[in-house]
């Protein structure tokens, strides 16, 4: 079986940057194929031994996964796999020096916007051209890294087909998903973030929105072709407010009412908090929009200025209040740890995580602030020789040592509850998700009041718990006898936050149940 292009990437969520490669190659007539890369490299040299593609295609987006492609590359090079081997992504095009070094059996790197630059490579490659000509694309000419002239983004993105998709999932109680997107960029520039130097390099603009219309014509293919009835906008910031101010969503909606999808499907999006008033959001309720995912980051004024987040700590809970007024679901981002964490900054943050989540609506989640490639905080702490560990792996510690102390047993303690699939603060997110999905397309939902109630009393209760323990690891890490006491009362704590995490899962998995009962029973009287 021959097969022109075979791309590799992680699809735990649909890669839709492959997808829409693959289906630009596919509207030119070249056979594609998408491989999940936790399928195993035994299976992929399989397939590819079956398919004989002329090129292979390496999604290397996130820096902490180049080693895995690596060896993936290395060992299909020595079982006799002889297509031309690329690779894109963030990391492929900000780090090319680097992918080359690290990565030397590829042959080229598709730098940035890859639709038009992997379609020329395949055309050239199955001509018998010279590919390396090719604007967009870098390679290797003895030993030394060669990059062609960028290649403008593509204005339009409605000019690209829909992208491939390898397999439609569940979403939650029998109800499937897709993830698709209204626009490409963003405009803001914070300090964490690469996504403007991702858009900023190559000629064109830092953001670009497909036409309404167009986005709905996927959804309503999607609905009416692979049964999706649930929606996961994967933009870095949805286009809630444009330069034209709130008329793209109003259209959107208008679109879909037109359409007939309004009460048959719902959506997620990801935006900004100082996007969220509360006409436009009800006026999104009231069309399908039923959770939305904020980067709140910091709950300190200093915090948010360093990060050039250009909002305000009030912003932030002005645009969660709104949310919870219209009973709209929220997943947040917060930065506890920061290279500008002090121990001051911590207890601020603390107590305004108790502020927004002590009411049990959403879990306490945090996490750390990476040094990603080609961000500010990279740079700086670059710049301070704050930088440790390789790359991939880039970490930094704190000018305090009790803080690197306090990091450390905080994500030891609460590694399970923050980033399980099977912890406790993503099982209370899937109840709650559960409640949402039955609560559309199910005949009763109002047999879920008491369960929406029952969630935010244990969630409240958790999180709780989770600021308490938090604030009693902090007062004993800076105590003045810590060294002492350090493996007595440090492991108390780190004791009861493991049996708590049990307990309290047991509580939310039962609220799960109960929804599932509840399908269960209205599925039987249906029969």
Same mark, same amino acid.
Not at 78 to 103: E, W
Not at 158 to 176: A, C, K, Q
């Given at each position: 079986?021959?097969?022109?292009?075979?791309?590799?990437?992680?699809?735990?969520?649909? *890669?839709?940057?492959?997808?829409?490669?693959?289906?630009?190659?596919?509207?030119?007539?070249?056979?594609?194929?998408?491989?999940?890369?936790?399928?195993?490299?035994?299976?992929?040299?399989?397939?590819?031994?079956?398919?004989?593609? +002329?090129?292979?295609?390496?999604?290397?987006?996130?820096?902490?996964?180049?080693?895995?492609?690596?060896?993936? /590359?290395?060992?299909?090079?020595?079982?006799?796999?002889?297509?031309?081997?690329?690779?894109?992504?963030?990391?492929?095009?900000?780090?090319?020096?680097?992918?080359?070094?690290?990565?030397?059996?590829?042959?080229?790197?598709?730098?940035?916007?890859?639709?038009?630059?992997?379609?020329?490579?395949?055309?050239?490659?199955?001509?018998?051209?010279?590919?390396?000509?090719?604007?967009?694309?870098?390679?290797?000419?003895?030993?030394?890294?060669?990059?062609?002239?960028?290649?403008?983004?593509?204005?339009?993105?409605?000019?690209?087909?829909?992208?491939?998709?390898?397999? +439609? $999932?569940?979403?939650?109680?029998?109800?499937?998903?897709?993830?698709?997107?209204?626009?490409?960029?963003?405009?803001?520039?914070?300090?964490?973030?690469?996504?403007?130097?991702?858009?900023?390099?190559?000629?064109?603009?830092?953001?670009?929105?497909?036409?309404?219309?167009?986005?709905?014509?996927?959804?309503?293919?999607?609905?009416?072709?692979?049964?999706?009835? /649930?929606?996961?906008?994967?933009?870095?910031?949805?286009?809630?407010?444009?330069?034209?101010?709130?008329?793209?969503?109003?259209?959107?909606?208008?679109?879909?009412?037109?359409?007939?999808?309004?009460?048959?499907?719902?959506?997620?999006? *990801?935006?900004?908090?100082?996007?969220?008033?509360?006409?436009?959001?009800?006026?999104?309720?009231?069309?399908?929009?039923?959770?939305?995912?904020?980067?709140?980051?910091?709950?300190?004024?200093?915090?948010?200025?360093?990060?050039?987040?250009?909002?305000?700590?009030?912003?932030?809970?002005?645009?969660?209040? &709104?949310?919870?007024?219209?009973?709209?679901?929220?997943?947040?981002?917060?930065?506890?740890?920061?290279?500008?964490?002090?121990?001051?900054?911590?207890?601020? *943050?603390?107590?305004?995580?108790?502020?927004?989540?002590?009411?049990?609506?959403?879990?306490?989640?945090?996490?750390?602030?990476?040094?990603?490639?080609?961000?500010? &905080?990279?740079?700086?702490?670059?710049?301070?020789?704050?930088?440790?560990?390789?790359?991939?792996?880039?970490?930094?510690?704190? $000018?305090?040592?009790?803080?690197?102390?306090?990091?450390? &047993?905080?994500?030891?303690?609460?590694?399970?509850?923050?980033?399980?699939?099977?912890?406790?603060?993503?099982?209370?997110?899937?109840?709650?998700?559960?409640?949402?999905?039955?609560?559309?397309?199910?005949?009763?939902?109002?047999?879920?009041?008491?369960?929406?109630?029952?969630?935010? *009393?244990?969630?409240?209760? +958790?999180?709780?718990?989770?600021?308490?323990?938090?604030?009693?690891?902090?007062?004993?890490?800076?105590?003045?006898?810590?060294?002492?006491?350090?493996?007595?009362?440090?492991?108390?704590?780190?004791?009861? +936050?493991?049996?708590?995490?049990?307990?309290?899962?047991?509580? &939310?998995?039962?609220?799960?149940?109960?929804?599932?009962?509840?399908?269960?029973?209205?599925?039987?009287?249906?029969?």
């Amino acid at each position: 079986m021959n097969i022109s292009a075979v791309f590799i990437a992680f699809q735990e969520v649909e *890669n839709l940057g492959i997808g829409y490669m693959s289906s630009v190659l596919s509207e030119s007539n070249y056979s594609t194929r998408i491989i999940d890369f936790k399928t195993g490299r035994e299976n992929i040299l399989v397939k590819l031994q079956k398919y004989k593609p +002329i090129l292979v295609g390496f999604s290397v987006i996130f820096e902490h996964h180049i080693y895995e492609f690596r060896d993936l /590359v290395e060992y299909l090079r020595n079982n006799g796999i002889r297509s031309h081997f690329t690779a894109g992504g963030h990391y492929a095009s900000m780090r090319v020096d680097d992918l080359f070094t690290i990565i030397p059996s590829l042959d080229s790197i598709v730098m940035f916007e890859g639709e038009h630059t992997i379609l020329e490579l395949v055309n050239h490659i199955c001509s018998g051209e010279n590919w390396k000509s090719i604007i967009g694309l870098s390679y290797q000419a003895d030993g030394v890294t060669v990059k062609n002239p960028l290649r403008p983004l593509e204005i339009n993105l409605d000019n690209f087909p829909f992208p491939d998709r390898t397999r +439609i $999932s569940e979403y939650s109680l029998g109800v499937n998903f897709a993830t698709l997107l209204a626009g490409r960029g963003c405009v803001y520039n914070c300090s964490f973030c690469d996504i403007k130097e991702f858009y900023g390099k190559p000629p064109g603009p830092l953001k670009r929105i497909r036409e309404p219309g167009k986005v709905v014509d996927e959804i309503e293919y999607l609905y009416s072709k692979k049964n999706c009835k /649930v929606f996961l906008f994967q933009d870095d910031d949805f286009p809630v407010i444009t330069k034209a101010g709130s008329g793209w969503v109003k259209e959107f909606c208008n679109e879909m009412n037109a359409r007939d999808l309004v009460g048959s499907i719902m959506w997620k999006i *990801n935006c900004r908090p100082d996007e969220v008033d509360y006409d436009n959001f009800s006026m999104m309720k009231d069309h399908g929009l039923f959770k939305v995912f904020l980067g709140i980051e910091d709950g300190t004024e200093g915090g948010l200025a360093s990060m050039n987040k250009q909002i305000s700590v009030a912003g932030n809970t002005r645009g969660l209040n &709104v949310l919870k007024k219209l009973n709209i679901g929220i997943d947040f981002g917060f930065m506890l740890f920061q290279p500008s964490t002090t121990y001051l900054s911590l207890l601020e *943050n603390i107590d305004y995580l108790e502020s927004i989540c002590g009411d049990g609506y959403m879990p306490v989640t945090f996490l750390k602030m990476k040094p990603y490639f080609g961000t500010r &905080v990279e740079r700086d702490l670059r710049s301070n020789g704050r930088i440790k560990g390789n790359p991939g792996f880039f970490d930094y510690s704190y $000018s305090d040592n009790k803080l690197d102390c306090f990091e450390q &047993v905080v994500f030891e303690g609460f590694s399970a509850w923050l980033t399980s699939p099977d912890g406790l603060v993503n099982v209370a997110k899937w109840a709650r998700n559960h409640i949402a999905i039955y609560s559309a397309f199910y005949k009763h939902p109002e047999r879920c009041t008491e369960l929406i109630f029952e969630l935010e *009393n244990i969630v409240s209760e +958790i999180n709780r718990f989770i600021i308490s323990a938090m604030r009693e690891l902090l007062s004993t890490i800076y105590s003045e006898n810590y060294l002492r006491i350090r493996e007595n009362d440090t492991r108390k704590i780190m004791n009861r +936050i493991d049996k708590q995490h049990g307990q309290y899962l047991e509580r &939310v998995t039962e609220i799960i149940g109960k929804v599932e009962m509840l399908v269960l029973t209205e599925s039987f009287f249906m029969a």
